[in-house]
């Protein structure tokens, strides 16, 4: 056990130092998010407003979701890099606990993504985002968003994986990203999608942690939304570790 | 390096392997391998892309499950006992398995705090490495801005951070350029030195022939040839005498005229006719012949029979070396 804990933690340093010093990973920890809340709220919000839509308070929910799906995305990245260069096959030949790799970056993700929630909500709440629920509430806002930056970790990790180079891990991974982000009530209301998709817009892991954090910000029942929102990040952190052991195995092995 | 480790952790650090196989899929990598690294010598796995010499060295490093056969280090079963096999190996993949964002000193002392060091212990494991391996200057750079032969050097470093019984080095000169392939061969010949137990895989014949004790030539999976340098040299026996003309028009009728002193081959390429199996005496005669002939002649030289010719004499009868590019993929 303790040999876990050091080893993850020798390898998450590393991991969070690889992000600090890479120009990349912080424009899209930090930039991108803001670039997003910025633009969408400019070009958006009136409209929005018409619409019904209060996108001062609901937009930076979305862009958290989104900035932890860009964790996710340079998980991709950064284990199709450890995996090509051989250093993944260094730290399976060194006598360390066998998680800690992966557990390692897991927990670079989630700090990383604590920067990006922290920088996305500040600035939120400097244009008029408020959390109405309580000071419990707006710390298991934080806790969902990391949750789900943990599951993205996770799922597009093992696109790194199995993708021939790092750079082609980057882009098979916002393959995922876009019909999910897009498709989900993150820009506009279920209602206003096609009627066949409603149920998959709706449904979506995306939609449900959007709405589990507007919720948790005032907008929208807590609990059938936290709930759902749990559901899928356990049920997607089963599936896609017990998917990176096996991958991990078999590339390893290449 | 630090010697009393050294010298206590190869006390025994051989490896043996005996029938060893593995498959993936319909690609026979290792269809029965059997060899022997004996404590403190350098073992040299030589053969062309796809022979088995990496999938041996993933199934030593307990990267990989064989399909049969055993394979033990310093008497641990790769295969029963990974984690006691894991405490006394190192390996040196094919790439330089360093960070690159990391500078040199931080990747020496990421891996010795891995291998469980304090802190203290890996920054001063961390100097006594990057002196060793004429690093020092270069140890508070990223790693990504070394040269080749540094970061293999680095990379070999940090193979060392707590000194292994049995090394694996796979292709480490791979890529490189003449002068970082000496840097390395140096390293290596210093690491033998010290006592360390080495399992080096190569594709080049100069590099088995300069650094290995013993040497396993692989091809398909199969060994073909095993035995000192010079025992494998041995086998291809004599010397020959290659005469190299001012004028390669004449390439023909002196290989004729050559005939004589014994079997020729023309190489045009380099303008030079070889004769088998021809030592000092045949050299002068040679020499005489082609001078009363009137002859210009731009270089004669002996020639030692060379790996190479070892090499492509054991593998001539396989397929060529290209038709094994499918089974790279597994087994390279």
Redesign the interface.
Known sequence: MSALVADTSILARRAIVRSARNPASIMSAVLFPLLFLGLFNLVMRRVMAAQGFDYAQLLPSTVVIQAMMFAGMSAAYYVADDRTTGMLSRLRSLPIHRASPLLARTFADAARSLLSIAVVVGVGVATGMRFTAGAAAAAGYVLVAVAFAVTMSLGMGLIGLVAPTRDSAASLASIPYLPLIMLSSGFAPVDDFPGWLQPFVEWQPVTSAIDALRALAGDGDISTTVTRTVMWSVVLVLVFTAMSVRLTDRAVSR | MNEPDVAQNSAGGGVRVEALTKSFGEVHALAGVTFEARPGTVLGLLGPNGAGKTTTV?IL????QPDSGTATIAGHSVVDEP?AV??R???T??????????TGR?NLE??A????LGRGEAAARADLLLDQFSLAEAGER?SGTYSGGMRRRLDIA?SLVVPPAVLFLDEPTTGLDPRSRAEVWEAVRELRDGGLTVILTTQYLEEADQLADDIVVLNHGRIVASGTPAELKGQLGATSCAVTLVDAAQLPSVAERLQAFGETTVDAETGSVTVANAGADELVSIVTALGEAGVAVADVSLRQPTLDDVFFALTEDSSPIEATDTES??AS
């Open positions: 993933e490093a307990t990267l990989v984690d894991r405490e190996i190192a390996l993949g094919q790439f330089a398995a360093v960070d690159e964002v990391l931080e990421m891996f705090r891995l291998r469980g990223r940090a993929v597994g």
